[in-house]
């Protein structure tokens, strides 16, 4: 059992089994064991790679989204582009590169950037030295929020944890993580069922409460629609609700057990896009989409960017570029393009965001 793992036993001897959030927040959070905290996660030879870190066009593309809402908002002379979870500050320094074609977006929008990992922090820092921007670095997304904003999240709701339930002849059960008879890392149901869950579902269903995504969603919409701006939520997960367990551990590329190296292994759930829009929604935001990331960039215009790329580029850098491209779009139920989805919320008045117009209802077909 690795430190973390020792740790969580004797917590768990102590006050007895976890909730799943509790499990996943230490997994993700703990100070000195967590996951986010002590590394960086990205790239090649990390544990997972992230769409800007495929393709500079991706961030490129989310810059001139932000630039035409901030037109669309009547141009204010001052906005905050906030970005939550920012990784390795790669989507910021495209988008900013981006923005620089609208001169007077880049004069007006001021970074910030929402983070709790140190390590993470730094690698931000360095980055985005090379840009003109003076990021401002945030813990919570309320101390980044003040005035008309406009907010992305790439791969951040993914990371926040969530509550799993069981269905059961009595009810709904709460899934923990206690210990099995050899002192390791087990799941276990609770004891009580939980009186609050009323939805009927076939025994061994799972249920997941994605409390603290919901929470993050409802901030900034409540936010836009007060103040002014949007919102943009890019992630892995369905377009419509259903039951079923999504936690997962990735290791160098390849899925492992989630309760063998907690704190050495990314743990994420999918997101689940259109309860995040109701949540949007009830908050007094405009809800646009969820789309697929691949209906979005191609609106967005990924294959004019990708020519004129291709335009100054050698045919080395012309196949590297067209396999980003295609990664980003491709087609597959796990694969990027279609997998991951892209939701709006923003104020109500602004007119339909650009990148939703090719939008289609989910199950089409
Ligand atoms: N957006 C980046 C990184 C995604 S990984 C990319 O696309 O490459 C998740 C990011 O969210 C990391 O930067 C992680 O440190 C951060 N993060 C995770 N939980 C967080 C929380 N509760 N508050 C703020 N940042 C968090």
Not at 154 to 165: H, S, T
Not at 274 to 288: E, S
Not at 307 to 326: H, K, N, S
């Amino acid at each position: 059992m690795n430190p973390l793992a020792q740790e969580l036993a004797e917590l768990i001897r102590q006050e007895g089994p976890l909730g799943v959030s509790r499990y996943m927040a230490l997994c993700l959070g703990h100070p000195r064991h967590g996951y986010y905290m002590k590394q960086d996660p990205f790239g090649a030879d990390g544990d997972f790679t992230t769409a800007p870190e495929i393709s500079q066009v991706f961030g490129e593309l989310i810059g001139l989204w932000a630039a035409s809402v901030w037109q669309a908002m009547g141009m204010p002379a001052s906005v905050r582009l906030i970005e939550l979870g920012p990784g390795r500050g790669t989507l910021m320094q495209d988008m900013l590169r981006a923005a620089g074609a609208l001169p007077g977006f880049r004069d007006a929008l001021s970074v910030h950037l929402v983070e709790t990992s140190p390590v993470l922090r730094e690698r931000q820092r360095g980055t985005l030295a090379a840009s003109d921007a003076t990021p401002h670095w945030h813990d919570r997304i309320e101390q980044a929020l003040e005035g008309p904003a406009i907010v992305i999240a790439n791969e951040f709701l993914d990371a926040l944890p969530l509550d799993q339930f069981v269905r059961t002849p009595e009810g709904w059960r709460e899934r923990l993580v206690g210990l099995d008879g050899e002192g390791r890392l087990a799941f276990g149901l609770s004891g009580e069922p939980d009186a609050s869950l009323a939805m009927t579902a076939p025994a061994g269903s799972l249920f997941e409460h994605p409390a603290a995504a919901l929470e993050a969603v409802t901030i900034v919409a409540r936010h836009v629609a007060a103040e002014g701006g949007a919102g943009l939520f890019i992630d892995y997960g369905p377009a419509r609700s259903g039951f079923g367990d999504t936690l997962q551990a990735l290791k160098r590329h390849a899925f492992v057990d989630v309760l063998a190296e907690p704190g050495d292994a990314d743990l994420t759930v999918h997101v689940d896009f259109a309860r995040m829009a109701q949540a949007g929604l009830a908050a007094g935001a405009a809800a646009h989409g969820a789309v697929s990331q691949r209906d979005f960039l191609l609106a967005l215009g990924l294959q004019q960017r990708f020519e004129a790329l291709c335009r100054r580029a050698t045919p080395a850098q012309v196949e590297t570029l067209a396999g980003g491209v295609g990664r980003l779009i491709e087609t597959g139920p796990t694969a990027m393009g279609e997998l991951f989805k892209v939701l709006a919320v923003a104020e109500r008045n602004l007119p339909l965001l650009p990148g939703f117009d090719l939008h289609r209802l989910p199950e089409q077909g």
